[in-house]
């Protein structure tokens, strides 16, 4: 099992004993109530015991259910000393910035300053660490990065500083499987759709802690929609390819390159107005910026913006 996936598990076990009950923990976490129990009844069946007791309320972890969380909290702090550590060693020559970004995030928007700013310091070093944004957030204030490079940062802590440029859209993908879905048509027109009508489909969604789910979660919230969410990934080229294959619809950033497939799936424009993102790079805002910081927050204005219109 991975670490992500395991914090998965670990969150949705927090809000199970928060609720004591499955329908309303699924709906807290806007998953479905027969996905919840079917993880919770796979990680059970894989260790061959129960870990929470339903037989009375309120629900409490089993003797080996303690076990369990125990070992996947662990995982925390041990992934928290391993950065340390390898951070120690690989700043003994302060010589070193260590960016925390998304994966995917960092696929797109990387290639556009890094190079610029490395050409200025060739001997520093990029210490790059792909991870959920809740976990470069922390690791942040924890004095464990020197910056953060994500997306929405009106979302951010208050106690970091965030420069940022844009506003960018999104898009829905939306397969044949979709009743939304119009026969060969590329690209359904900006504004001819409800947005609730697009979260009213069955969603193939990223995971809790991506900056994309904070908003989607938000606009489910608002619009008191209670989703059909088939699956979560912690890779957003997994929900798109699975979105395609006609498993449901997804919604995707910009920076992700979608080709039109008309056939297959529709690619919807929302409105900016409705859902859209900036692209930022955060610091502690106790951190005082060298020269070399300062050039590295300019490489990402000047490098990023022109080549992401």
């Not at 529709?266 to 409105?271: A, G, K, Q, R, S």
């Amino acid at each position: 099992m991975s670490k992500l996936q395991s914090q998965d598990i670990l969150y949705y076990i927090d809000t199970l004993l928060k609720y004591s009950n499955y329908s309303k923990a699924a709906k807290a976490l806007y998953i479905s109530q027969p996905y919840l129990t079917k993880v919770i009844k796979k990680v059970e069946s894989e260790l061959n015991c129960e870990l929470i007791t339903r037989n009375k309320l309120p629900y409490r972890l089993t003797e080996q259910g303690k076990i369990y969380y125990q070992y996947l909290t662990s995982m925390e702090n041990n992934y928290a000393k391993l950065i340390r550590e390898i951070t120690y060693v690989s700043d003994m020559d302060n010589q070193v910035l260590r960016i925390g970004i998304l994966p995917s995030l960092g696929s797109y928007l990387t290639p556009l300053f890094l190079p610029e700013f490395l050409a200025l310091h060739p001997t520093y070093k990029i210490n790059l660490l792909e991870d959920l944004p809740e976990k470069n957030e922390k690791l942040l204030q924890n004095n464990e990065l020197d910056f953060w490079i994500g997306q929405n940062s009106g979302s951010i802590s208050p106690n970091l500083n965030a420069v940022s440029w844009g506003k960018h859209s999104y898009s829905a993908i939306i397969p044949r499987c979709c009743e939304l879905y119009q026969q060969d048509v590329a690209i359904i027109p900006e504004g001819s759709l409800d947005i609730r009508e697009i979260l009213g489909q069955r969603l193939i969604l990223t995971s809790k802690g991506s900056a994309i789910r904070k908003q989607i979660d938000q606009l489910l919230s608002v619009y008191k929609i209670q989703p059909n969410i088939l699956l979560e990934s912690n890779d957003i080229y997994t929900v798109l390819k699975l979105a395609k294959r006609n498993l449901g619809l997804t919604i995707i950033p910009e920076s992700i390159h979608i080709k039109e497939c008309p056939p297959e799936y529709n690619i919807y424009p929302i409105p900016m107005d409705k859902m859209s993102l900036d692209y930022f790079i955060a610091y502690q805002s106790e951190r005082t910026l060298t020269s070399v910081d300062h050039d590295l927050i300019n490489a990402f204005l000047n490098h990023g913006q022109p080549c992401a219109k």
